[in-house]
């Protein structure tokens, strides 16, 4: 089901090594997503799956190697950071969306603060992606008085309000009650035929075997295995990985 | 033993104790909304990346909260002429308070944007917004809310020790007061009659500082 992306590189990690102070979370990382692709990161928990995710936007700084996005290479210099986080959104597992703020001010602020676009538009991109999220009449709630899941749709519309060139996904799942899982998972899955370019940290296998044009495998702060969904699920070469699927799996 | 009550000259005197008390509301709220700018912009700073002027802010509020405020607004009073600023008592005051109130103001407000969750200043990141946005747009106001009751406290005890400023005799109720009782010794009555004033201008504020608060902090939370 996955869609043709162009070989063109949007985001390129090479010999990536970071640590937290002396525990090494990420060893040599070496990772191309390409333009329009669709790559599902998944391993147990401590991996550092969202570590790596987190140094692609400059959450994290690297200590080792160099993370190239859309042309540009992060160093730690403002200007660099807020070039990159420009042109890539992030939606994390607890939302995150400002509670004072109703969900078409969550919308605006940056657009307006950080692109200096006008009220008048960013309320339309705003409303654009609501109704996109299907959330469009919740606009003037604030963030309490919705429901878990329509919390998580406001905060990819708000992501996708800066116009991304990629998002990163840090487990958006995670934190939903079940019958929410997939009303998030549908908005993800419209996103990736529309050919955003997406890495996404998520243990919904279902998910990955629909949009993902890669899985990429982590254990212990390396990357042990990146297939396609199908060679993945299938056959998987890593034995780390065969027993991750077996256990993950094992609770689907 | 008969002390006979004798509020002549309070009623006499009314007038002027109500004139008073316009003179401490004015300084309590010129010196909150001063205390208010320091706080926020103490608390701004002492978050910044600069070290020396994060350094500078501790030495502030370590100064004023470990000194008396007697002290401190003598101070100012024969500290500024010396730098060449005259002003009269009660700016001279506003500004004692001020600095004062501000000090307290900077450590109530930074436990506010301590309480906030580390996940909305990624969220803020992430969408590319600068840090100083990040603290204007996204953490002050739920900061604000979170110490809302301490930071109302605070302010009305700024209130009360407006009349300190008595002793470089700025224009409010407890100087109104002395005068007063300079003139008829009617100590007890004078005395008794501020109380009650002070009592009502806190009460005041109070309610004053509730309506604020339910309209600018009045969104819903889980
Ligand atoms: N700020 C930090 N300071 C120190 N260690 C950290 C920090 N953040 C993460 N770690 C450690 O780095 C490792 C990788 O963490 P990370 O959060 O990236 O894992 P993960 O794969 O996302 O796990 P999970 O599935 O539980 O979310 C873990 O062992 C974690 O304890
Ligand atoms: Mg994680």
């Given at each position: 089901m996955s869609q043709a992306s162009s070989s063109e590189a949007l985001i390129t990690m090479s010999g990536v090594d970071k640590w937290y102070g002396d525990f090494h979370?990420?060893?040599g990382v070496d990772l191309e997503v390409r333009r329009g692709e669709k790559i599902v990161l998944c391993g147990p928990s401590g991996s550092g799956k969202s570590t790596l995710i987190r140094c692609i936007n400059h959450l994290e700084t690297i200590q080792k190697g160099r993370i190239v996005v859309d042309g540009i290479a992060l160093d730690d210099s403002a200007r660099v950071v807020d070039a990159v986080r420009r042109e890539v959104g992030m939606v994390f597992q607890s939302f995150n969306?400002?509670?004072?703020?109703t969900v078409l001010e969550n919308c605006t602020l940056a657009p307006m603060r950080?692109?200096?676009?006008?009220p008048a538009d960013a309320k339309a991109t705003a409303r654009k992606y609501l109704e996109k999220v299907r959330?469009?009449?919740?606009?003037?709630?604030?963030?309490?008085?919705?429901?878990g899941g329509q919390q998580q749709r406001v905060a990819i519309a708000r992501a996708l309000c800066m116009e991304p060139k990629a998002m990163l996904f840090d487990e958006?799942?995670?934190?939903?009650?079940p019958e929410m899982v997939k009303e998030v998972l549908d908005t993800m899955i419209g996103l990736a035929r529309e050919g955003m370019t997406m890495v996404c940290v998520t243990h919904e296998m279902g998910f990955a075997r629909q949009v993902a044009d890669r899985v990429v495998f982590m254990a212990d702060g390396e990357i042990l295995e990146a297939a396609e969904p199908e060679t993945f699920f299938k056959n998987p070469q890593n034995p780390r990985a065969r027993t991750f699927l077996g256990e993950i799996l094992a609770h689907h | 033993m008969g002390y006979t009550l004798d509020f002549q000259p309070v009623i006499a005197g009314l007038p002027d104790l109500l004139k008073g008390c316009a003179g401490t509301l004015l300084l309590a709220f010129s010196g909150m909304i001063l205390s208010l700018a320091i706080g926020i912009g103490g608390v701004a700073v002492r978050g910044s990346s600069v070290r020396t002027a994060r350094w500078a802010v501790i030495a502030f509020v370590e100064l004023i909260r470990n000194t008396p405020f007697l002290v401190q607004i003598y101070f100012v009073f024969f500290a500024l002429p010396l730098v060449g600023i005259r002003l009269p008592p009660t700016p001279t005051a506003i500004i004692a308070l001020g600095l004062n109130g501000g000090a307290y103001a900077i450590e109530i407000i930074r436990g506010g944007v301590q309480s906030i969750h580390r996940g909305q200043i990624e969220a803020g990141l992430a969408l590319g917004l600068p840090r100083r946005d990040i603290f204007r747009f996204v953490v002050l106001r739920p900061a604000l809310r979170a110490v809302y009751p301490s930071l109302t406290g605070q302010f009305i005890m700024l209130t009360l020790t407006t009349s300190i400023a008595s002793a470089i005799a700025a224009y409010e109720l407890t100087s109104v007061a002395k005068l007063i009782e300079n003139e008829s010794f009617r100590s007890f009555e004078v005395y008794g009659t501020i109380t009650l004033l002070y009592l009502l201008m806190s009460w005041g504020i109070m309610q004053a500082f509730g309506l604020v608060g339910r309209r600018y902090f009045d969104y819903p939370v889980k």
């Open positions: 979370a990420l060893k969306l400002f509670p004072h703020m950080v692109r200096k676009v006008s959330i469009g009449e919740q606009a003037n709630k604030y963030p309490a008085q919705l429901s958006p799942t995670s934190a939903l009650d | -």
